[in-house]
């Protein structure tokens, strides 16, 4: 499905997404806000989620826990499990131990060593301290045999108000029809959609399938991806509420927006995205 946009250089970060994508546009909710870090890491999702949810479930972390430290602070009673097979107490102490090891040959820096430690010392406190982290892939099991399927992640804990956050790299497509299984436990969510060109089709259909249980209320383009030839976005971070929760219908149509959505790539300007009326 084509997405009309200007071919010039200058304008390669305005698209425009035409009226057969305009299921895409996100309803208007009054109480958005950022939770995380500026830049990579943070989300644009309602206030009234944060405050709703009892446990926030983060699939994929790795070396960034800005988004569920501010969850915390914002709901200092949300309790925790994040997953990410990448990462661990143990990956962070062999990485310091070889920048320690790196020093006195010139191959590292004072400011890279400080980094190494301040990340090890960040995750025990908070990985200790207030949250569980499992050193687990999320994914299909028929797909990877050691994954654990959402229904698993679900099953470790009993709660029916879960605010639950996606970024595993590609493997959001696998775990589809469980987000929807699961929505009755969901009050809300954010998914980092990767590779939609490869996977165009698989991922408008995993838009319809998701709109059937939940809104889509912000929308926002990963400027680290590139565009595809199309002009529509390779990465896309989308927040989802569970329809029971709330009567939407007016349409926001763009985007980014000002003092809430950030630049992935700081070095670059947000992708500026118009949704065709």
């Not at 949810?53 to 009673?77: H, M, R, T, V, Y």
């Amino acid at each position: 499905m084509p997405v009309q946009t200007s071919t010039s250089v200058d304008s390669i970060d305005r698209l425009s997404i035409p009226p057969s994508l305009a299921f895409l546009a996100p309803v208007v909710v009054g109480d958005l806000i950022r939770v995380g870090r500026t830049n990579d890491g943070g989300y644009v999702i309602p206030q009234s989620s944060v405050e709703m949810a009892d446990f926030l479930i983060s699939f994929g972390i790795s070396d960034d826990w800005s988004f569920e430290e501010q969850f915390k602070k914002i709901n200092p009673q949300i309790r925790i499990h994040a997953y990410d097979h990448t990462i661990s107490r143990t990956v962070f102490e062999l990485s310091l131990l070889r920048g320690i090891l790196k020093l006195p040959l010139g191959k590292t820096s004072l400011k890279n060593l400080s980094h190494r430690w301040e990340l090890l010392a960040s995750y025990n406190r908070f990985f200790l301290r207030e949250a569980r982290h499992f050193p687990e892939r999320i994914g299909n099991c028929a797909d990877h045999g050691k994954a654990v399927t959402p229904a698993i992640a679900f099953q470790r804990l009993s709660s029916n108000r879960i605010f639950l956050k996606v970024d595993i790299e590609g493997d959001e497509y696998q775990i589809i029809k469980d987000l929807i299984l699961l929505a009755d436990r969901v009050v809300g969510m954010v998914v980092e959609f990767h590779q939609t060109t490869r996977h165009r089709t698989l991922f408008l259909k995993s838009i319809r399938s998701l709109q059937l249980v939940y809104d889509i209320v912000h929308f926002h383009a990963n400027n680290f991806a590139p565009v595809a030839p199309d002009g529509f976005p390779e990465a896309l971070e989308l927040t989802f509420i569970r329809k029971s929760d709330f009567d939407c219908s007016k349409k926001r149509l763009h985007f980014p927006l000002p003092q809430l959505d950030s630049p992935n790539n700081p070095c670059k300007p947000d992708y500026q995205i118009t949704f065709a009326s």
